[in-house]
């Protein structure tokens, strides 16, 4: 990573590191020992953490050893702290905010149970963040309907302008076209939508949502992996629209691994406030950005006393013991190969098929994975951007209007009260009593839509300043960079961020301060054919492995944090509850289960 003028946020990430690096010197593994409750995680990212956690909780006998080939744990997490004129600013160079639903509801539960919500940030549905999503298209911005805006609006700007051109018409008469043939096993995201809605909705609105979540190109992207909620409508319902409206009526048909996890999510002991809170908030961060999340994991990791972190220490490979009883797993020092009962891989395909050393065939199939760059800026002009979420680039928007081939701008202000925000002055109830008694009675504290729950102190802000500038991050790379000999250095990737600026927001102010990102290989691809790929390496593990070594990340079923956190609590209750698996056998599961239609009442009180 490239980093200019930064200080780290937390102190705890090296004080971790040297107690814990001291603490894993101390432990001694034979493979003499019986490893029955030894249990090794490869990789120390978000994934390997997750496991770890999971493991402390649910199967409270077992010795865990992390090894990690960086010196830092939280992999892609990374927030950092960074001088400016009147304070210091907080840049992600990595994923910046969680959602709170469906496997969002595990990134709360740790929040709740790692003590992290007191320093929590909630966008609420009411927030900017929320209503206003761009896409620019063809040289502007333009604002994607919300229901908030009231049908008028909507309608208007659906009619005048061009990027939604068709898209009207390609919803009136999508339950009239042909059904997709049966021996159609997966088709492009981009040939799948084009075929059912139009090509123009395509190419000027989904490929920019594509880009926004996987960096990726919507016509090599799965449609039976990224959508098989549509993809399964088109077969049974005769089309997309059909399905839509049967799930409202009938209630939305889920797999049963999915049932059962909402269950068991709708089960936990919630904090009453918290869950209030989370129930009218669209995406939450920390005061100290995400890192907050992998700082806290390492925090009670420690605590526990049960788990060896062995950081700087590459694995070289992972092998079955020659009596099938063991994973070996070996680095560079010791030379001797460790003993495990089971192993996590928590690394990449590429990385695992790398150390499992075999003349054979790819373990995993090939993956193929993007580099995404992000450029954090901070002006100190406040309000270069317009209020929102940020925008996004489809592949419609012309070379002219995009040379730098830019995926996405997030405006990060929309995640964190400002200053303003934070004087009470400017508040709708202004006596702190009052604030307290809401409180107490169990009152969700809203201020300027952001939620507030560390009462009594003063909501969390990111931006530690007088006056707060505009806080904006340029993401470049993903496709476009595919089969690229080099990536843009540092300089060249701000100086294509600032011409992107200059050219769409007509920012020509210097930047304050500025930080430069590059991850190589970070976002996996879905592409046409990945539910059969990663079959093929649930089979291909189940037969090498025998069940003792599973694999859990963003490279099966979802490739935001929220799903590592997902595959990280499967791939465990799978090995509490013994199951003989690999952490994939849910990949193209067929058990369906309808759940409950959502009420009249209860889908106005979402809105
Ligand atoms: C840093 C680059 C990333 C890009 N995509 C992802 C990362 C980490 C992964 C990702 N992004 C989003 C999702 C959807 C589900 C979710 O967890 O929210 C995933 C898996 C959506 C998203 N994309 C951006 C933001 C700020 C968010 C989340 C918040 C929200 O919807 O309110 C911005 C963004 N990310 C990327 C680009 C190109 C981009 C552009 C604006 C790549």
């Known amino acids: 990573m490239l980093r200019h003028g930064l200080t780290t946020v937390s102190s705890l990430r090296p004080l971790c590191h040297n107690a814990l690096r001291s603490a894993g010197q101390l432990r001694a593994y034979s493979t003499e020992t019986t490893p029955s409750n030894d249990i090794a995680i490869l990789g120390g990212g978000i994934t390997g953490l997750a496991c770890a956690y999971y493991i402390t909780k649910q199967l409270p006998h077992a010795n865990v050893t992390i090894y990690e080939a960086s010196d830092r744990l939280g992999g892609w997490l990374s927030s950092k702290r960074v001088p400016v004129k009147d304070g210091n600013v907080l840049f992600e160079a990595g994923p910046r905010t969680l959602r709170p639903s469906s496997n969002g509801a595990l990134a709360a539960v740790l929040m709740q149970e790692l003590d992290i919500a007191k320093d929590a940030i909630f966008a609420q549905r009411t927030s900017p963040a929320a209503r206003n999503r761009y896409v620019y298209y063809p040289d502007r911005l333009v604002r994607m309907p919300h229901p908030s805006f009231g049908i008028f609006t909507n309608v208007y700007n659906m009619w005048t302008e061009p990027v939604f051109d068709g898209v009207i018409w390609g919803g009136v008469t999508e339950i009239f076209q042909n059904q997709r043939d049966e021996s159609v096993q997966d088709e492009s995201a981009g040939d799948f939508f084009s075929r059912r809605f139009g090509k123009k909705l395509v190419d000027r609105i989904l490929s920019g949502v594509l880009h926004g979540i996987y960096a990726g190109d919507v016509y090599k992207l799965s449609a039976k992996s990224l959508f098989p909620g549509p993809w399964r409508d088109e077969a049974q319902a005769g089309s997309i629209v059909g399905g839509f409206a049967r799930n409202r009526a009938d209630g939305p048909e889920v797999t ?279 079959k093929t390496a649930h089979a291909n593990i189940l037969l090498e492995y025998k069940g003792r070594l599973r694999v859990a990340g963003n490279w099966m079923s979802g490739v935001g944090v929220n799903d590592c956190l997902r595959s990280a609590w499967d791939v465990v209750r799978g090995l509490r509850d013994g199951r003989q698996g690999t952490g994939l056998e849910h990949v193209g599961s067929t058990e369906y289960v309808r759940l409950k239609p959502v009420k009249p009442e209860q889908r106005a009180e979402k809105d």
């Open 256 to 534: 049963r691994r999915e049932g059962e996890y909402l269950q068991s999510m709708k089960d936990m002991k919630w904090d009453p406030l918290l869950r209030d809170t989370l129930k009218d908030t669209t995406a939450f961060t920390f005061r100290d950005g995400l890192g907050t999340l992998s700082d806290g994991l390492v925090r009670h990791l420690i605590g526990t006393g049960k788990v060896n972190f062995q950081t700087s220490t590459a694995v070289e490979s992972v092998k079955m013991s020659d009596a099938g009883n063991s994973v070996m797993v070996k680095t560079k020092s010791p030379e001797e190969p460790k003993a495990y009962a089971n192993a996590i891989s928590a690394l990449s395909p590429k990385h695992l098929n790398s150390i499992r050393q075999s003349e054979s065939s790819d373990l995993v199939p090939h993956m193929h994975s993007v580099a995404v760059m992000t450029v954090n800026l901070y002006f100190r002009t406040p309000d270069l951007a317009p209020s929102g979420f940020g925008y996004l680039i489809p592949l419609a928007t012309s070379f002219e209007r995009n040379p730098e081939r830019a995926l996405g701008v997030v405006f990060d202000n929309a995640y964190s009260p400002s200053t303003e925000d934070v004087d009470m002055n400017n508040w709708h109830i202004q006596n702190p009593d009052q604030l307290k008694e809401a409180r107490e009675a169990g009152q969700l504290i809203n201020v300027n839509d952001f939620a507030w729950y560390n009462m009594p102190d003063k909501p969390n802000t990111q931006d530690d300043v007088k006056v707060r500038g505009t806080k904006l991050t340029v993401m470049l790379g993903g496709h476009y960079w595919d089969g690229w000999p080099a990536y843009p250095d540092e300089q060249e990737g701000l100086a294509l961020a600032r011409s992107l600026l200059e050219r769409h927001l007509g920012i020509k102010e210097e930047p304050e301060a500025w930080q430069v990102n590059l991850q190589s290989d970070c976002i996996p691809q879905y592409t046409v054919g990945h539910e059969q790929r990663v």
